[in-house]
Nanobody, 114 residues
Framework: QVQLVESGGGLVQAGGSLRLSCAAS????????MAWYRQAPGKQRELVAF??????NYADSVKGRFTISRDNAKNTVYLHMNSLKPEDTAVYYC?????????WGQGTQVTVSS
């Protein structure tokens, strides 16, 4: 059974940076897609960024500020977040998809103060 564990969340001032990590117990090279989602209080979970063998894609709200990357040797996916805004405050979830199955981490809280 694959497990995804996020880390790196915390409290940061607006304009600051954080790096989220998602460590997989299995081999992430087997995942077709690795992604980061977020869910703010009272809002639906939304896709932030994803990475495939073909490249990366970002939500318009984070384009130019966030970067998703993966280290297959470490079975880890990262989300580098720069120029953070209060509206980026949310629980951030890692997701991996392969063979029709989808795996989720438990989430990590990111809070951006103004």
């Amino acid at each position: 059974q694959v497990q995804l564990v996020e880390s790196g969340g915390g409290l940061v001032q607006a304009g600051g940076s954080l790096r989220l990590s998602c460590a997989a117990s299995g081999v992430i090279a087997g995942f077709n897609v690795m992604a980061w989602y977020r869910q703010a209080p009272g809002k639906q979970r939304e896709l932030v960024a994803f990475i495939t063998s073909g490249g990366t894609n970002y939500a318009d709200s984070v384009k130019g500020r966030f970067t998703i990357s993966r280290d297959n040797a470490k079975n880890t996916v990262y989300l580098h977040m720069n120029s953070l805004k209060p509206e980026d405050t949310a629980v951030y979830y890692c997701n991996g998809a392969r063979g029709g199955a989808s795996f989720w981490g438990q989430g990590t809280q990111v809070t951006v103060s103004s």
